[in-house]
């Protein structure tokens, strides 16, 4: 089945400093591959996602490729801030009756 | 956002006692599921539904059932209680769960503290 191995975490960097949180998964076909947010206190929020290989999929300044060769999916923000503290989710998408598997998660901290 | 509500949002309860956690959507979405997470374990899918009495097991479903007996409920039971359940419940949708592209939308999460 699906899987996904994340970087382990906490992050924790300064204002304006480049961020990157490494996934990578091991999947059957070719999935999307979604980032997810979870701000303190709330429920995960759907950041970005890709659908196909080389496909390269951005919001709010954060950015993530599909990348097929290395099979990775990770997560790049030029420079962060103080509200982009959350915690980061990786997941492959999948067919068929079986839903998202998870990452467990990369707790990023930003301080001004 | 996705209209889903989940109740209560806080709970105690003692062990041994049975307890019902509600997960309600007014987006008409077919399947919908129910996670625990956890400190060093992330996201684990307890049960999920992909259908109105159709539900399948999650990979952390000992001590939990499910019941969905409308498209817009789905209720999570713990039968007995155990401090081992306590955690942070969050219960999910998606329209589809053949679609490599559909994405899941969350609810805000319900702690549920057992002692």
């Known amino acids: 089945g699906n899987s996904v191995t994340q970087m382990e975490g906490p992050v924790t960097l300064s204002e304006e400093a480049f961020l990157t949180i490494n996934c990578t998964y091991t999947?059957?076909?070719?999935?999307?591959l979604f980032w997810y947010v979870q701000y303190p206190g709330e429920g995960l929020q759907l950041l970005l996602k890709?659908?196909?290989?080389?496909d390269k999929g951005s919001n709010k300044g954060f950015e993530a490729t599909y990348r097929k060769e290395t099979t990775s999916f990770h997560l790049e923000k030029g420079s962060v801030q103080v509200s982009d503290s959350a915690v980061y989710f990786c997941?492959?998408?999948?067919?068929?009756?079986?839903?998202?598997?998870f990452g467990k998660g990369t707790r990023l901290s930003v301080i001004a | 956002d996705a209209g889903i509500t989940q109740s209560p949002r806080h709970k105690v309860t003692e062990t041994g006692t049975p307890v019902t956690l509600r997960c309600h959507q007014t987006e008409n979405h077919r399947y919908m599921y129910w996670y625990r997470q956890d400190p060093g374990h992330g996201l684990r899918l307890i049960h999920y539904s992909y259908g109105v009495k159709d539900t399948d097991k999650g990979e952390v479903s000992d001590g939990y059932s499910v019941s969905r007996s409308k498209t817009e409920d789905f209720l999570l039971t713990l039968e007995s209680a155990t401090s081992s359940q306590t955690s942070v419940y969050f219960c999910?949708?998606?329209?589809?769960?053949?679609?490599?592209?559909?994405?899941?939308?969350f609810g805000d999460g319900t702690r549920l503290s057992i002692l």
């Open positions: 997941a492959p998408g999948i067919s068929g009756n079986t839903p998202l598997v």
């Open positions: 999947a059957t076909g070719y999935p999307s």
């Open positions: 999910a949708i998606s329209e589809s769960g053949t679609d490599f592209e559909e994405p899941q939308h």
């Open positions: 890709a659908t196909k290989a080389d």
